[in-house]
């Protein structure tokens, strides 16, 4: 093994510790030196902590810099990053801590009702506070550890990072992703944006998810460019940042809520030089709105969780609307029919890829790895698609019925498994319908349980105790009886047909 196989090593050897990595309106300003340093810090704390390499760290955190350190401190030190969602329930943490056996918990002083008490539950004897504006007990024990050089000797195919994606059995599926997987999506990105150490990224996505993490961080990091860092997405205050950046990275919700604003026009984007925008289908009338008001062709991508970014529309040539471009030099991405076999130029089909940028296997789950992968080493990603003549990709639907809202990942099984035990909910079937904020709203059809006037509210409270609230349905609509095929199945594309307009008025 050698440090050089250490994602944190690919990205310092780009670093210039004299530049600029990191400032925030509120005026802090920090030197790559300075995450050097405090990375280092971080890594030697974990060490004398008692985590050992390849053990897991989870963190259940709300956006901050020390967020970034601590990233950064679990590469240079060998340990799993497990980003969290700080609006994940006691419910949803109990598996997630049981399943990642952490050595380590990190939290928001916020959050110790559940996540403390979660933790203690599954036996995690390390357990350390992070609140976003810096207070809290693991900043006062790394910031007390002696500073440290070493970085960690990696294999290439050793875990970097721990994430979950939630499936349809409703058991979230662990995703490892190797420092070698995530080092050439990184360079690849960075080369297909065209990102050098003179650009610098208006960061307003959160920390616990992929895109603000892995995908906009990780194209800094190879670069060794700036980051202007905002602790979260606001329209207006991020039209007041665009002269300060030259790339915004964002979800399609992100857009449509600046387009919200009659501020926004060409004047406004003058230094930004790329807009990019994925997570989540981007709709036409949305890119052609943006690029009328403001002289910008949105860069549409595609990826997920198991393979980071596969696709994307380049930055010199066509930016097809409607498309997610076309694959990066090192994914090989197929359209395949049911057995497996490519289809043609225009034909609808399941997308597969492969290649070193995407995942080996799921997290102690060997029969649903092998069920996701093909005998020729083909990741089916789930999602339905197509390529035209020029190689772009069109994604026209997503298996398994998954709803994307605010580009945050809701399968109905977890939802429907929490309102089904709800004791005036017979039976829930939850789906996506359009939105104009978030691209789809969770709506839950239910049969009510016992007579008399249903309450909608009731149901929602129910559900807000135990879901993540980008899980929560914004509406409950009570029926006799849900649609079903000969063999039972609830037939939800007749009821996304049937309340496609129920959110018209948001």
Known sequence: MTSENNLFAKFAENWDPAALFLTTPAGESFLYSDALRLSGQVAQFLADAGVRVGDRVSVQAEKSIDYLWLYLGCLRGGYAFHPLNPAYTKVELEYFFTDAEPAMVIYDPANASSANEVAVGAGVQRLYTLAADGSGSFCEAYKAAAASDAIAPSRPDDIAALLYSSGTTGQPKGIPLTHAGIAVNARELADAWGFTSDDVLLHALPMFHTHGLFIALNCTFMTGSAVRYLSRFDAESVIDEFPNASVMMGVPTYYTRLLKSPRLDSAACQSIRLFTSGSAPLREDTFFEFESRTGHTIVERYGMSETVILTSNPIDGARKAGTVGIALPSVELRIADDNNQALSVGEIGRIQVRGPNVFKEYWRKPEKTADDF????????????????????????????????????????????????????????????????????????????????????????FGRERLASFKLPKRVVAVEDLPRNAMGKVQKNLLRDRYAGLMDDG
């Open 374 to 461: 093909t005998d020729e080493g083909f990741f089916d990603t789930g999602d339905q698609g197509c390529l035209d003549e020029d190689g772009y990709v069109s994604i026209v639907g997503r298996a398994k019925d998954l709803i994307i809202s605010g580009g945050l990942n809701v399968y109905p099984i977890e939802v429907e498994q929490a309102l089904n035990e709800c004791p005036i909910v017979q039976e829930a079937a939850v789906i996506g319908v359009p939105h104009a904020d978030f691209g789809e709203a969770v709506v839950a059809v239910v049969i009510a349980n016992g007579a008399g006037t249903f309450d909608e509210a009731r149901v929602r409270e």
